[in-house]
């Protein structure tokens, strides 16, 4: 694996020296834009909106909107809005991990020691897995500050972006009644039904069929022919009684 940010994790007085590398790939099937009358592939170019001709990349600068004129950016205007930050996963607290909601999660990444046998390494992944807790720190990844939370994997250190709450929508544009009664029985039933099909979390059960299936139909489209596809038969329920509805769910998930 290549790194893609190398500074340092520090929590306290105590300083890490680390690397980042990236611990999600992706599991999709990448597919080409094509000109349907020939099948060349599509590229994209930087165009000028004024000339219409192609801009260099080295030519290209980013600029923020500000009174009807552009204000340029440089790399070192984002290195300064956060100096002491571009090279600190800075540790500012401890939390309990259940206490961040999902909704939070963004994209997570390994850490590394820049040396061997390091003691403070190993002494953080040791105490976050024996407090159960993790921390909660700021750093900055390509120009822009991150809010990440710190927690033990195996024994590595991984660092999980979140959003900042700002991010987060707010539900009460939604239209969702919040005054619906449910009966003490259908609570229980429903109860019931999420207690038989509780089990341990155990991602590596689930798999990205639809990409297998599409592979299929692409090979079978190869050889001029055309996929078996797999038709899905949702499961009705007899009656429009919620509680019957729960009770047959129960029966069928106890007959499988």
């Known amino acids: 694996m290549r790194s893609i940010w190398k500074g340092s994790l520090g929590f306290g007085l105590v300083s890490i020296p680390v690397k980042l590398y990236s611990a999600i790939q992706t599991s999709s099937l990448d597919f080409d834009m094509l000109d349907s009358r020939d099948h060349a592939r599509i ?13 260099p990349y080295d030519k290209i600068v980013k600029g923020y909107k500000l009174n009807d004129d552009y204000v340029i950016m440089e790399d070192q205007d984002f290195e300064d809005a956060a100096p002491e930050k571009s090279k600190v996963i800075e540790i500012e607290s401890f939390v309990d991990i259940e206490d961040v909601n999902p909704m939070f999660y963004e994209t997570s990444y390994y850490t590394e020691p820049d040396t061997k046998n390091n003691k403070a390494y190993a002494l953080l992944v040791q105490a976050l897995i024996k407090s159960k807790k993790a921390g909660l720190a700021r750093f900055v990844l390509r120009s822009t500050e991150s809010l990440c939370i710190v927690h033990p994997v195996d024994n590595v250190l991984v660092v999980t972006r979140i959003r900042f709450a700002q991010e987060i929508r707010s539900t009460e544009d939604l239209n969702v009644t919040k005054e619906v009664t449910v009966s003490k029985k259908e609570l229980d039933m429903g109860l019931a039904l999420i207690n038989q099909y509780a089990e341990h979390f ?21 050889k001029g022919k055309r996929a078996t596809v797999k038709k899905l038969k949702p499961q009705k329920a007899t009656g429009d009684d919620l509680y019957d509805q729960l009770m047959q769910s129960l029966n069928t998930k106890k007959g499988a």
Do not use: C, G, P
């Not at 590229?43 to 801009?55: A, D, F, G, I, S």
């Open 202 to 222: 155990d991602v590596s059960k689930f798999k990205d069929e639809y990409d297998d299936e599409l592979l299929k139909i692409i090979q079978a489209k190869a």
């Open 43 to 55: 590229r994209y170019q930087r165009v000028n909106e004024r000339t219409h001709k192609e801009v």
